[in-house]
Structures are given as structure tokens and as C-alpha cells.
Nanobody, 117 residues
Framework: QVQLVESGGGLVQPGGSLRLSCAAS????????MGWYRQAPGKQRDLVAT???????NYADSVKGRFTISRDNAKNTVYLQMNSLKPEDTATYYC???????????WGQGTQVIVSS
């Protein structure tokens, strides 16, 4: 089992910044990739950004140039730096970890981000 604990969400004005953190614990030795997804009310959960253990990064088009994902392997933590936030970024953000051996996704409990003036 893998446990993911997110932090860093909150209320921010348009144009502002937030940094999300996700700390992983448990059986993390086969985790090939970690990332962030988001889900707005009434919508499906969508990919925001992912990073593999080798450092390969993928972003959703909607956040390219504004969000930056990074990973501290020593701390088993992944970060999402969100700049130039827009109201459409409002959602619950979920941390994700993928076990490549058993091909299983693990999810955090979610942290809410609200972008509003």
C-alpha cells in the first residue's frame, strides 16, 4: 500500500500562486510516476502534470508555462508550483502515484484550490 498526503491548497486571487505538496509513504519502491490530477465540480478528473522517477515530465496544455511539477526523491515528495492562477484552475487537486509492477494507481485525499477575487 502507498499513502499519499497532500497539502498546500487554499484560496487565492487570480494571478496569484500556490504550491502543492504530496508526501508518499509505504510501499513506494515500485512507484514509477507521480503526478497531479484535478476535478472541478460536475466534471471528470483530468491530468494536470506527471513526473516519472527518471524525471520525464508531462503537462496538460491548459497549464503549460504556468505550472511546474518537481520531485524530491530523497523525501518521496512531489510538488506542484502553480503560478498565474486563473478562476478555471479552481478544483480539487489529487496526488497520484503509479505502481508499475502491479499497475495500480494510488490517490491522495485531495486538496481544494479556489481561484477567486
Amino acid at each position: 500500500q502507498v499513502q499519499l498526503v497532500e497539502s498546500g491548497g487554499g484560496l487565492v486571487q487570480p494571478g496569484g500562486s500556490l504550491r502543492l505538496s504530496c508526501a508518499a509513504s509505504g510501499s513506494i519502491f515500485n512507484i514509477a510516476a507521480m503526478g497531479w490530477y484535478r476535478q472541478a465540480p460536475g466534471k471528470q478528473r483530468d491530468l494536470v502534470a506527471t513526473i516519472t522517477s527518471g524525471g520525464i515530465i508531462n503537462y496538460a496544455d491548459s497549464v503549460k508555462g504556468r505550472f511546474t511539477i518537481s520531485r524530491d526523491n530523497a523525501k518521496n515528495t512531489v510538488y506542484l508550483q502553480m503560478n498565474s492562477l486563473k478562476p478555471e484552475d479552481t478544483a480539487t487537486y489529487y496526488c497520484n502515484a503509479f505502481n508499475v509492477v502491479i499497475r495500480r494507481h494510488y490517490w491522495g485525499q485531495g486538496t481544494q484550490v479556489i481561484v477567486s477575487s
